[in-house]
């Protein structure tokens, strides 16, 4: 329902010229990259610096579903949860490799939409696309996203550094993108019974938007460093709050205490999950997707970001023997379970 | 046909014990790995050096058939392909990351198998497993994966170097990988027909092992090296002979002229293209997957390889405006078509 009216056969233009085709906009920006698209490998050099690396992959029916994810939002999409990986580890993301695989059911005019995505990230994070794969599938399509970046040895934030007593925070607003899905999917849905139906998102654009257009939260690297606050440790929030507190917590083995009245929660996201008879908490702790960032800052650090409206304290790093825990309104301690999502476990 | 016997459901592990699991075992071995799998993202640093990085997706019933292509065997190519790429480049792999998607089709030893396969690549090329992604698919197995290299800056050779009176190098021999395809192709059809057929493979070890387990040349860069021999273009052979002196003669603004007779093709791949009816030089010039080196050296470098089994000249360098031709046992001289495997156009 989102593709162009245009339909170009990808045969036409052949494995390498599709390559050629779907690459041709893009700018190199990073002096780093040294050699982009066109030989065996690219070539990158970060002088005096450590190069970050990580990959994720996309597939339709799983981890998007077309009928409701514009292709070029797809292409943002994947890129972002990348960046937003490099980002989490306090680094600059500079280049990316995107692999795709599509089956014939796509056209040249699909894969230049998917692409637009793609250009538009690399635009606004200035990284630069320097290689990648162009298969065909029996079915479906297939993304492999990997990001490199840089970042000074001294500078990189692990997920293992935080210690007792540390402060944890988090930025902007959790379990919107969960909530933003559930009414994309109601959407369908409805869509489906009645293909005549126009879906209705009126009022539900922010959650629908953190759903389909997330950001790595740079932003957020550089108020850190403008206020010189140098995290303890950090993560970007993919499975959910309850899932990434766990790695920080298991990583640099220690307990935490996070207080359910300090999570914030956009009230677009509250009204919606009170629609759908949920928990907005159960959003903000398990939902994902929001690409957050959830970090650990020392003690003393905390009239530093004190006033700063971008992040918020949801609670502090216990020894580990206290285990993971959630203060509810009334005071009660309950032990905080992730309900992460999870690619194998059946729902 | 090639799984284990015994089965543990993927939905067991979940995907964090499952990366877990399946990594356990690798060691690290570069110091340029500065951190592995576990975080957000996995730290190298080459110092003085740059940086090689490429990927490859692989997708079941398009690049592998699991009716033949045994799992760890597939982990193994998976791995060398890539190598491949930053060997063609001059470069030494190192690292690498591993996205694998499959259904739940696929158990947790079926896995192992693949990465027991990568871990055998990694220890034979000195390569270390630094990230990936595990995800679950609908239908298939996917495997992306990037290796990056390194190489001193000066030291990297190119596609785009080539001038004419270069000589044109190939190592080892070729079509043999495409035969071997054939072979395991006709057996398939064979059990399908009869599934109480045992496959009969006698004769054609070296040409199905061509297919299944393909090397990355390090050793010809080991070889140019001790010669002192320096390549003024290089790339590997993926998609055939043809193509590949296609991509060195655009990227060089060059032609070239390739004998016929010179072209390496191993007398098992002679006879099992007669068995099939076809030309060997077909299989040679278009049957990919040799992962062989094609190279080209000034000519006064000739001396220095001359009596080398392991690299064959195969022709010259020539002005772009003379063309790629192919020039036969009685000096006729044949514009060179590539067929190359092109992922979208129909066969």
């Avoid at 980002?87 to 894969?111: D, K, T, W, Y």
């Avoid at 009126?202 to 950001?215: C, F, K, N, S």
């Avoid at 550089?222 to 993919?238: G, N, Y």
Wanted: aromatic letters at 6%; glycine letters at 10%.
């Amino acid at each position: 329902m989102f593709e162009s009216t245009k339909r170009t056969e990808l045969s036409s233009l052949g494995e390498f010229g599709l390559i050629k085709h779907l690459t041709a906009h893009f700018e190199i920006k990073n002096p780093s990259s040294i050699l982009g698209i066109g030989d065996d490998a690219a070539i990158i050099q970060h002088k005096g610096k450590q190069t970050l690396i990580t990959q994720d992959l996309l597939i339709e029916g799983v981890h998007f579903d077309l009928t409701y994810m514009p292709l070029k939002h797809l292409g943002y999409k994947a890129a972002i949860v990348n960046f937003s990986d490099i980002v989490a580890m306090n680094g600059l993301p500079a280049q990316m490799l995107v692999g795709i695989g599509v089956s014939n059911r796509f056209s040249v005019e699909a894969l230049e939409e998917v692409y637009a995505g793609i250009r538009v990230a690399c635009e606004k994070y200035k990284v630069d696309l320097v290689g990648g794969d162009t298969v065909s599938t029996n079915k479906g399509m297939h993304l492999s996203v990997t990001a490199l970046g840089a970042a000074r040895k001294d500078k990189i934030v692990l997920r293992s550094g935080a210690k007792p007593g540390d402060l944890v925070f988090v930025s902007g607003d959790l379990g919107a993108a969960y909530m933003g899905l559930l009414v994309l999917e109601r959407e369908k849905k409805t869509f489906m019974a009645n293909p005549r139906h126009q879906p209705d998102l009126a009022g539900y654009d922010y959650i629908v938007g953190r759903q389909l257009r997330p950001e790595a939260r740079l932003d957020i690297l550089e108020l850190l460093k403008k206020k010189k606050v140098f995290p303890t440790a950090m993560i970007d929030i993919s499975d959910g709050l309850a899932s990434e507190l766990k790695h920080i917590c298991v990583a640099s083995n220690t307990g935490c205490n996070v207080y359910e009245d300090k999570i914030p929660i956009d009230p677009v996201t509250v009204t919606t999950a009170e629609e759908f008879s949920l928990n907005p908490l159960t959003a903000a702790l398990n939902g994902g997707e929001d690409y957050e960032l959830l970090f650990t800052v020392k003690a003393e650090d905390y009239d530093k970001l004190k006033g700063e409206t971008a992040v918020h304290v949801i609670g502090h790093i216990t020894d580990s023997a206290s285990g993971l825990n959630l203060i509810n309104g009334i005071g009660e301690q309950i032990p905080l379970k992730s309900q992460g999502w999870d690619a194998f476990k059946e729902s």
